[in-house]
């Protein structure tokens, strides 16, 4: 028996036990496809809410565009249009060498995954770098700094804190998004789970993915709190 | 091009009607988990304020139950598993035949229950933004708690939760696409299937897409109307509408 049989045999669930090393790899796969694409979009969403900012016009029309989109039509839509919409143009794919990313159920999901999320992160950064009296820039102005060091210096730490929390609810809701990989044949915790039940047909392995997911976000919920007191423990009353 | 448009043409020929039912199936799930959903979430809000441990315990529990696991697997839960408990339960009563859950029930079901765990959040935030002094002078004037709500304290409630509540419902709108995976016929169920029959993904999603953003925009240009009416009390002098 390897390790990952043990908690369905200790606890007596049958189908945990058959099928607890899916699930523990399928856990491996949501957390690699969270953390990547979590990752990538905030370098993503930070550089598109200073050019959404600061760029030329027509830049921040074609941003404005792309954030509407990628907000405004569900996830699910995104996904599939990557995953069948562009894998159906394979001949142009292979032409201009691409295919083997495209073809990818993984690349897909972390591709979509990652353009969508840095379309919510955009916005986030924007309202907390738009959330910044303007007297900070102008201050740092009369001390003479220039415009990059005030950008990371003075306005990138305190922006950073105002995004703080919205970014922890994102990366929550990227964990229960993530779910979506399963629809388009990856074997994730749910799509782990859906396979268990499919062959099962034992709904309690479903109430153990629940359970497994909610222990993620609770922990993410505690890592982000204790975050937060931290990088804030400067701004706390005494 | 022009096969294109025979394809999204309305007919025996085109996809054209049965989007336009999708979007139908689509935008009526999602206005009828919203009522359901938002009632839900306000019990849920006024048991997190209430004197009861249980009732207390119970609406935290239930918040974070249902704000930490996906939609996805909550709608599996509640198709899946309500309807083996129905049945169950149907059948424990002697009664014969099978009971189905209807798709959109489920769905319906998911979705409200969903959306109740995070209104509730944005109807708690709203209800402390409500000074107690609105509560006791309603009570000074005779009102009982239950008239107190509804006159004093509900009116102001929707104005200041509007703008949480508006966010719940793009969410909603969104969310409803998961529906299609229980073979409710909305929007995406519709897409999935000219894609099978066509082998034409990109339009058709691309067709999905488009009429996801149409709801979406229209809804965040209603919502910015609701919410000027809304604060009309509280416009600047000339600065309204």
Request: with cysteine; net charge positive; hydrophobic share 55%.
């Amino acid at each position: 028996m390897t390790w990952c049989e043990y908690p369905g045999a200790w606890i007596g669930l049958e189908v945990l036990q058959n099928y607890g090393c899916r699930m523990a790899s399928g856990l491996g796969l949501t957390l690699q496809l969270v953390a990547i694409s979590f990752g990538l979009g905030i370098v993503i969403g930070l550089g598109l809410a200073v050019l959404r900012l600061r760029g030329p016009k027509p830049v921040r029309m074609i941003l404005q565009g792309y954030i509407t989109f990628f907000r405004g039509t569900p996830l699910l839509v995104q996904l599939f249009l990557i995953y069948y919409g562009l894998g159906s143009f394979r001949l142009f794919w292979q032409d201009v060498g691409l295919w083997w990313f495209i073809r990818d159920p993984l690349y897909c999901c972390l591709l979509a995954f990652t353009i969508n999320t840095a379309a919510y992160q955009a916005e986030i950064f924007r309202g907390a770098l738009q959330s910044l009296p303007h007297g900070q820039a102008e201050a740092a102005r009369a001390l003479g700094m220039r415009p990059f060091a005030i950008f990371l210096r003075v306005e990138m730490p305190q922006a950073m804190i105002v995004a703080l929390r919205p970014l922890g609810n994102e990366l929550i809701v990227m964990i229960k998004a993530s779910a979506l990989a399963s629809l388009v044949t990856l074997f994730d915790l749910m799509g782990a789970t859906r396979l268990a039940f499919a062959r099962s047909f034992d709904l309690s392995i479903y109430l153990v993915a629940a359970l497994i997911y909610l222990a993620l976000v609770e922990i993410i919920r505690r890592v982000w709190d204790g975050l937060e007191t931290r990088l804030t423990r400067h701004l706390a009353l005494r | 091009m022009q096969y294109y448009l025979d394809l999204l043409s309305f007919g025996p020929e085109g996809w054209g009607d049965e989007l336009l039912a999708g979007a139908l199936v689509t935008i009526s799930i999602a206005l009828a988990t919203l009522p359901f959903g938002l009632a839900l979430g306000l019990a849920i809000a006024v048991a997190k304020r209430s004197r009861s441990w249980t009732l207390r315990t119970f609406a935290t529990l239930y918040t974070t139950i249902f704000r930490g696991v996906p939609e996805l697997l909550t709608l599996y839960i509640i198709y899946f598993g309500v309807q083996v408990l129905v049945q169950r339960v149907w059948s424990g009563l002697g009664l014969p035949g099978n009971l189905d859950m209807s798709p959109f029930l489920a769905g319906m079901v998911a979705l409200g229950v969903v959306l109740a765990a995070f209104s509730a959040e944005v109807w708690l935030g709203a209800l402390n933004a409500i000074q107690k002094g609105q509560r006791e002078a309603a009570s000074a004037l005779g009102l009982t708690k239950w008239q107190a709500f509804r006159l004093v304290v509900f009116p102001q409630l929707m104005r200041v939760a509007l703008p949480g509540l508006g966010n719940n419902w793009m969410v909603l709108l969104k969310e409803t696409s998961l529906v299609s995976v229980i073979t409710l016929q909305d929007t995406m169920f519709i897409a999935t299937r000219a894609n099978v029959a066509t082998k034409e993904p990109f339009l058709f999603f691309s067709a999905a897409a488009a009429i996801y953003l149409f709801f979406s925009v229209l809804s965040s240009w209603g919502f910015g109307r609701l919410e000027t009416h809304a604060n009309r009390g509280y416009a600047r002098h000339g600065a309204s509408r």
